[in-house]
């Protein structure tokens, strides 16, 4: 632990002289101020751990600092100095939030047990700050005080401080990215890169290259020299997300990677060292992919010496409102409109609603309910027609039926054919925000092919 250092406070050089004394040997740092004003004038330039202050001083005496620092929301500890005849005023000043007061003649233990105990409180103070920060303002961006989020905190910290592999497994939107951003930034690594690649979203041939890299002439196409996103992670963090629709071959050169620490750029046989923390990330289960063969089973185990699991929204309900309420009120400021609450029923809804799209679906909602609203209080004309068509409880036919009768929805005076056709566009749509345009999983929502969604987007879009 550094040096910790105490300000002394006193109009008295010799008692100044004492104190310096006393606490040198106890292993302090002494700074020293001839009255309050001076002293404020020291904690301008100096970091300071703890104050003692004498009460009675010329210009500005014990209480007027302790007030001003108070004022100015300083909580640093401060420990009063008294006289027998004035301890009194001493224990008055308590109420301006004194940590202690020490009575003169000194004794050494006495002055030493009072720092020590003003020096602790203020940790445990400065860490519960911390802590309620965290779950107030959204620790690295979270929102969310129930149990199962304070675990996944946790977590977060305790595998932070290591080189541990991480394997984040959730539905999709519960916020696999945002705890693997929060990793890296409470990581000592938190000064190199992030860097994100996900493993779905680009063929197999070029993943390859993207992680790795190549040297000139490679191969075809290749005149320049490339550094791959894992030399680009150097020091830092990579982000491998859906780790499961990685090709299966380049799985086992992945593996190859984390094991020996080191690569080869394709088409090179220089082998350059990595110091990189992999982070990987699934939406699907791991063991179950195993079992298709979607991922191997030494990569898995490679991956997943630290498994953190995020639970989906709904096994989280009290969850669902500050969220809800954070994001409206992000959006509302976002789009200059005032944020004027929820109705009743809209709460009901929101709780009842089992949100396949978890996060990232109620942001969505939440954002579209803040247009729609134009800045009056959210109503559940606001909210889309899945959702109220689960808070109604109603059965997925009658739910269709009863969006084909809403004139709001489909247009009047249509034939069956195209009433089912614009329904069946916007539940693409929807599925489409839901998911942030992933064809694979808004297919899977819809549960269709992934190929008869392509060809549905073609002939509606
Ligand atoms: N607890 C939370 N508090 C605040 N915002 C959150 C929380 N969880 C998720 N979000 C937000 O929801 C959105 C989706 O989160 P994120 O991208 O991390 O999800 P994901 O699990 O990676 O989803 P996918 O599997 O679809 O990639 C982001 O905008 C993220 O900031
Ligand atoms: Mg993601």
């Known amino acids: 632990m550094p040096q910790q250092s105490i300000l002394v406070v006193d109009d008295e050089a010799k008692m100044r002289r004492l104190l310096e004394i006393m606490l040198t040997q106890m292993g302090y740092e002494v700074l020293q101020a001839e009255n309050g004003r001076v002293a404020l004038d020291v904690l301008v330039r100096h970091e300071v751990d703890l104050i003692i202050t004498d009460l009675r001083m010329p210009e500005l005496d014990g209480i007027g600092l302790l007030k001003q620092l108070r004022e100015q929301n300083n909580d640093l500890p401060v420990i009063l100095v008294t006289a027998y005849g004035t301890v009194n005023s001493a224990v008055d000043a308590m109420k301006y939030g004194a940590s202690d007061y020490i009575v003169r003649p000194f004794e050494l233990d006495a002055v030493e047990a009072a720092v020590q ?6 940790k445990v103070q400065r860490e519960n700050r911390y802590l309620r920060q965290k779950v107030e303002q959204g620790w690295h961006g979270f929102i969310g005080k129930s149990p199962a989020m304070q675990a996944i905190y946790t977590q977060i910290e305790q595998v932070s401080a290591t080189k541990t592999s991480v394997l984040i497994q959730g539905e999709t939107g519960t916020g696999k990215e945002l705890v693997a951003r929060a990793i890296h930034q409470s990581s000592p690594r938190a000064e190199a890169l992030f860097v994100s690649i996900n493993c779905a979203a680009i063929p197999a041939d070029i993943l390859e290259s993207e992680l790795f890299g190549y040297s000139k002439g490679a191969f075809t196409g290749a005149n320049k020299e490339r550094v791959g996103k894992f030399e680009l992670a150097e020091g830092g963090t990579l982000f491998l997300d859906e780790i ?14 984390l094991q020996e620490r080191s690569l080869e750029r394709l088409g090179s046989n220089r082998t350059i060292n990595l110091d990189v923390r992999v982070i990987a990330a ?17 990569l898995f185990y490679r991956l997943n010496v630290f498994p953190i699991i995020l639970p989906p929204l709904r096994e989280r309900k009290e969850d669902i409102l500050p969220l809800a309420n954070f994001f409206l009120a992000q959006h509302a400021r976002e789009f200059a409109y005032p944020f004027n609450g929820l109705e009743d029923e809209v709460t009901e809804c929101l709780l009842a609603y089992p949100w396949p799209g978890n996060v990232r679906e109620l942001e969505n909602m939440m954002e579209r309910a803040i247009v729609l609203s134009g800045g009056k209080k959210i109503s559940i004309t606001h909210l889309s027609s899945d959702i109220l068509g689960a808070y109604q409880h109603k059965p997925a036919v009658t739910e269709l039926s009863s969006t084909l009768s809403s004139a709001e929805v489909v247009p009047n005076n249509t034939g069956l054919t195209e009433q089912v056709e614009h329904l069946e566009k916007q539940l693409i749509e929807d599925a489409l925000v839901k998911t942030n345009d992933n064809k694979a999983k808004a297919a899977q929502l819809l549960d269709i092919s992934e190929r008869s969604l392509w060809y549905k987007i073609k002939k509606y879009f």
């Open 117 to 122: 105990r003003a020096l602790k409180l203020a």
């Open 282 to 298: 699934c939406n699907r289960n791991p063991r179950q992919a195993i079992v298709e063969q979607k991922l191997r089973e030494d």
């Open 244 to 257: 499961t629709e990685m090709d299966f071959n380049l799985q086992a050169k992945l593996l190859r990677v």
